[in-house]
T-cell receptor, first 110, second 114 residues
Framework: GIQVEQSPPDLILQEGANSTLRCNFS?????LQWFHQNPWGQLINLFY???GTKQNGRLSATTVATERYSLLYISSSQTTDSGVYFC????????????FGSGTQLTVLP | KAGVTQTPRYLIKTRGQQVTLSCSPI?????VSWYQQTPGQGLQFLFE???????NKGNFPGRFSGRQFSNSRSEMNVSTLELGDSALYLC?????????????FGSGTRLTVV
């Protein structure tokens, strides 16, 4: 099946800093989403982005489908950005299941 | 509009018992899928239902089962609970579940087996 790798696994930032999270995938995809898991466990959808670039406030994401990677940018980070960020994909040949990366644990210090 | 609702939020069960978890998808969404999250294995796909039919199943033993009702609400059942079933169970709702639409997750049910 498709493989999804996220980097870095851990990231510690000072409040106000910018960061880039990366997601590499091993096959063509129909769906790619970025999620933020809050301390209570809920996966909050950040972007549905199988290709192209999107922005939402301080967050933006770019997926280059032909090169099989996606990037999540967080600018002017805040302590509330802390948590685990997951990339999840559905491969073009698969049957309707999200395959998740192992996540990036982000800690933003005040 | 209302999001994805999972009940209960927390559950403590004893080894050997069975448990039923519930998920109500976003209104109009017909696809419901279930995922298990553990510290060791990460997020793993359990199964997906669309219009009351299971379309896909992950690599889990037969003790894990589910169903979907005509109103798209879904339940998953785990029989003969084992300590290793302790996990966060997440339900995801999608319009069609074919990858052309995004998935929205519920808050999860945290199951502890003692």
């Amino acid at each position: 099946g498709i493989q999804v790798e996220q980097s870095p696994p851990d990231l510690i930032l000072q409040e106000g800093a910018n960061s880039t999270l990366r997601c590499n995938f091993s096959d063509s995809v129909n769906n790619l989403q970025w999620f933020h898991q809050n301390p209570w466990g809920q996966l909050i959808n950040l972007f549905y982005i199988p290709s192209g670039t999107k922005q939402n406030g301080r967050l933006s994401a770019t997926t280059v489908a032909t090169e099989r990677y996606s990037l999540l940018y967080i600018s002017s980070s805040q302590t509330t950005d802390s948590g685990v960020y997951f990339c999840a994909v559905i491969s073009s040949g698969s049957a309707r299941q999200l395959t998740f990366g192992s996540g990036t644990q982000l800690t933003v210090l005040p | 509009k209302a999001g994805v609702t999972q009940t209960p939020r927390y559950l403590i069960k004893t080894r050997g018992q069975q448990v039923t978890l519930s998920c109500s998808p976003i209104s109009g969404h017909r696809s419901v899928s279930w995922y298990q999250q553990t510290p060791g294995q990460g997020l793993q796909f359990l199964f997906e239902y669309f219009s009351e039919t299971q379309r896909n199943k992950g690599n889990f033993p037969g003790r894990f089962s589910g169903r979907q009702f005509s109103n798209s609400r879904s339940e998953m059942n785990v029989s003969t609970l084992e300590l290793g079933d302790s996990a966060l169970y997440l339900c995801a709702s999608s319009l069609a579940g074919d990858g052309n639409y995004g998935y929205t997750f519920g808050s999860g049910t945290r199951l502890t087996v003692v």
